[in-house]
């Protein structure tokens, strides 16, 4: 019987071809664009495999894509993806069109090829060269694949609220991983949740001449005493009453696992250009609270003259954009809530708009998942693994783990140098067929074989 | 001999000619459309009425006009005026075109009829009123007209000082004034300063993904946290060490003469649409606050992601403009580095560039001058008259009665609904009219004829 190693390495072309034709359908979830189209590419390739495909489409929701393959004994292995992508704009920064899928220097380049379609083909290719080594799967192995990720995922939770039953399985995949810098293989367990507010004020009924500005207060100043009252200057700590009720303690296991993530502290300050951490935080301090710490940044900020030179207005209205990240159990529902009672008490007149919410989720790291994946992908790969207990990042993955009560664990197929949401996104071919191979025996292993 | 009012009048007609063809031209110092072909306008006009007339004209600056009157005695009057113009933007909200001047319903429409084209020709045609009634003039009478007031007179100081002599008066005559909403004459002395400044802060060396925002500080937390800490939100102090030092006390006269400002509360503050001033001001205070109280105002916020939606940034960027009105004897540049080291002893870096520098200037009300023209204005309007010792707005008075060490007092054409810099701008024939013969009247009586 041949190696499932050459068999995932023989499944590698045919599995490009595939990806190459998703690569091709444009499918911005934020213009709506091609959205529909690449669902259609996404149940064809699933039923091509040979899998049970259902497509559930909400009224003014991208398609959600569910396919099932059958396999031996008592556990399912679910998968999660999404098709859509971020805009390829600006267009201009692009080596080549970012919807036509090309190979330079051992990668592939495309919009979405590293966020998320590359990961979905290698996991079906996974599925596909399993069931060619070995007549059938092990498990029962399950696909949810989403088009809405890429603008928060707005009709994901309601969805597997609803489809609990049907999606029931005993542990995830989530979408995505990297390899670091020195080319270990991250596997993250945890996401961070999201608050993020549209902050309006309207300070009076027209824009005034600035000269007023001695009794009358403009909407600019009284946006940045409101902003300004939501963050500590020098440790950075959120300052809205009962924004840290809900955080939960870390466990021993989540600190120690952190002691072993690496972290280039000056690599890192140069790149982004920053001299100092937040609250002077450096080393293991600032990783702690890199992953494990609420945020509140502002993304924007519009009021009154923008222009060049000057002009003297007392401008009527300010806005503002304020992204919290979350951790467990905050919820993002009350923080706004919060933030709304906190510019009340302050006396200044805000109207928020949640534009995003969603939970931070932890999985436990004593879950048997979690060794399990993080073994075998080092075994399969070769590479060093570095566990995440939580990303920074933000991303459905609450409404999943927590509706189905399941580990979810991420490892995929991109690096360093992918430029996930950027000009120029790609993988590197190696670690394509690399990742196919990893996948299978995720899911041999998951499926009790040796 | 008739009398100066029947003379006035019959030179109204003719003046208004001159009027509309200032008019038909535009004369935008913000754009410099037209600035040099109508200061050839103002040029010709004076001519055409028997002046001795020079053109300044420095390398990227607009022409100023100077015009001589010769007429008997020692005495010399001054008029203050410009012939550059706001821009019509927005063009769709004007009646009729702004640089087509029509009269509808005994009112002159066209941008610059207000501010301040009307009222140059209303002092040209008291001029040749006089001439006309008297053969001379008795005194001599200068005009000094700049085409940059719109843009903060950038080059009207220097100019000033280095041709004091040439301008030497005994006293100025400022651009305007207008007939309030009881249609009651304000008589103004004094104008407020102002430090109107760009800020710029720089918070990373690129946008970055806010899922950062535990470690890194975005450029939009700073800047709140800088513009937050320029005012107290309660009381509208400014919170800049050294902000009042310069800040001159008020002299009783000019106490008493602010207890004789009207002011209807309750209308202005449905009209601006606020239910509080700052600090809780009311009444004479409120006028006090207004009147002598330098302000700290926020004209303009700039920062990351503006648009709709939400977008996870952390801005490298911040931009915004704030506008300081000041007061005497308080110096725009020593503002503007006082707010610079404001935000250096806050710890936070941010470029500052005074966008426009003037100071403020006020006339001693007990100079025989004021009371000439209040009792004057008074007899040749009919009109009940109401003395402002200063302006909230801004304009070079400082650089013109601190030069040549005289009074200045603003009288003039428009009213209340004259909407100077917005659309639809326009002055009342009437006004006009009677404009003429009170300035001709101020003229006679400051020449010390009865």
């Known amino acids: 019987m041949p190696l499932l190693r050459d068999i995932a390495r023989e499944h590698t072309d045919p599995a490009l071809e595939v990806l190459r034709t998703l690569l091709h359908q444009p499918s911005v979830a934020a213009t709506g664009e091609g959205v529909a189209a690449c669902a259609d590419l996404v149940r064809g390739a699933f039923e091509e495999a040979g899998a049970a495909v259902a497509v559930h489409q909400a009224r003014d929701a991208a398609p959600i894509v569910i396919a099932e393959f059958p396999g031996e004994g008592e556990r399912t292995l679910l998968f999660y993806d999404h098709y859509d992508v971020q805009p390829a704009d600006p267009l201009g920064e692009w080596t080549s069109p970012p919807f036509e899928p090309v190979v330079r220097d051992g990668r592939l380049y495309a919009r979405g090829v590293a966020d998320n379609k590359g990961d979905l083909v290698t996991r079906l290719a996974a599925v596909r060269a399993l069931k060619a080594a070995q007549g059938r799967l092990p498990c029962r192995v399950k696909f949810l ?3 809405e990720e890429e603008i928060g995922s707005p009709n994901f939770g309601s969805y597997v609220r609803a489809h609990a039953d049907a999606l029931r399985s005993d542990a995830c995949i989530w979408e995505s991983g990297q390899r670091d810098l020195k080319e270990r293989l991250q596997i993250t367990t945890g996401i961070k949740g999201i608050c993020y507010l549209d902050l309006e004020l309207h300070a009076t009924s027209r824009d005034l001449h600035s000269s007023l500005g001695a009794i009358v207060e403009g909407a600019g100043n009284r946006m940045a005493w409101a902003l300004a009252s939501l963050k500590d200057p020098s440790t950075g700590r959120v300052l809205v009453d ?11 296991r989540e600190i120690e696992a952190t002691r072993k993530i690496p972290f280039d502290e000056p690599e890192f300050k140069a790149h982004v250009g920053v001299e100092r951490f937040i609250g002077g935080a450096t080393g293991f301090d600032a990783v702690m609270r890199l992953l494990y710490q609420p945020t509140c940044t502002i993304c924007g900020l519009d009021s009154g ?66 060794s399990l994946v993080t073994e075998v992908a080092g075994e399969a790969t070769g590479r060093e ?9 933000t991303g459905p993955m609450y ?25 120029d996104e ?7 067929e690399e990742t196919i191979y990893m996948v299978a025996r995720v899911i041999e292993r998951f499926a009790g074989r040796p």
């Open 305 to 370: 003259y923008t222009g060049e030179g000057s002009k003297t207005v007392l401008p009527r209205r300010a806005r503002a954009k304020v992204d919290f990240r979350l951790v467990p159990d905050q919820d993002p529902h009350e923080i706004a809530a919060l933030v709304e009672a906190h510019f009340k008490k302050l006396g200044i007149e805000i109207t928020a708009s949640l534009l995003g919410g969603e939970r931070a989720y932890r999985t436990d790291l004593d879950d048997p998942f979690v």
């Open 242 to 252: 009962g924004f840290y009720d809900r955080v939960r303690e870390l466990s021993a």
């Open 145 to 147: 694949v989403e088009g």
């Open 426 to 432: 790609n993988i590197r071919l190696a670690d394509f």
């Open 399 to 423: 409404d999943l783990g927590a509706a189905l009560g399941i580990p979810v664990v991420s490892v995929g197929g991109s690096y360093w140098g992918s430029r996930a949401h950027a000009p």
């Open 385 to 393: 693994v570095k566990l995440y207990p939580t990303s920074p990042g």
